[in-house]
């Protein structure tokens, strides 16, 4: 009997894990940013729930229109995006349609999914504080992203300088080894110019 209980207990306990989502409380919006693979607005223009999952688990699609993006690479005429959620019971969260939302994406095998442990939420209930942060972190990341695309160009300059200028020596070197080769040969040609012209002239005499 006793064993049974524990059987039970037991198979409680392990579904609870793998059917329930326990958030331990939301990230800080800097952290969000930091952990999400892409942070935008958006609205959701289309939901797909005809596809299963690898264990039977409908699968929901999500297309969403990126209307401002904080994080990613976004593009003009790339602005759609799709996000995946399951029914399985996980933190997935799940997007009505025709809505805006301000969305931590991450990426998890070329796919799209936001978790409702995140600071995913209907743009109405954002505070505008978040969002001027957010603007704020893209801001610097881009500044930072450039920098370090500047110090990595100069440092290609530098290397093509460092390449032109050896390049530059040795041609130098070569040239003054073919001169003095040449004069060396001028001197020879010389030498025995002078020894014929020698014994022409003993000849002669």
Not at 119 to 147: A, G, P, Y
């Amino acid at each position: 009997m006793i064993r049974n209980i524990v059987f039970v207990l037991f198979f409680i306990l392990m579904s609870s894990k793998v059917y329930c989502c326990d958030c331990s409380g939301k990230p800080s919006i800097e952290k969000n940013w930091e952990l999400a693979s892409e942070v935008f607005v958006g609205e959701i223009v289309k939901i797909d729930s005809l596809l299963y999952g690898s264990y039977g688990q409908k699968v929901y699609v999500f297309s969403v229109k990126i209307k401002k993006s904080y994080k990613g690479n976004f593009f003009p005429g790339y602005e759609f995006r799709d996000l995946l959620a399951t029914d399985s019971g996980s933190c997935d969260f799940f997007f009505d349609i025709g809505k805006e939302y301000l969305i931590y994406a991450k990426n998890n095998s070329y796919a799209l999914y936001s978790s409702i442990c995140s600071r995913t939420d209907l743009l109405k209930n954002i505070d505008s504080t978040e969002l001027v942060l957010l603007d704020k972190l893209n801001k610097d990341f881009l500044n930072d992203k450039k920098v370090k695309i500047s110090r990595f160009q100069d440092n290609i300059e530098y290397q093509i300088e460092l390449v032109k200028n050896s390049f530059e020596e040795k041609l130098k070197r070569k040239e003054i080894i073919i001169y003095g080769l040449s004069t060396l040969s001028f001197i020879l040609f010389l030498i025995i110019l002078l020894l014929g012209s020698k014994k022409a002239f003993k000849r002669n005499i």
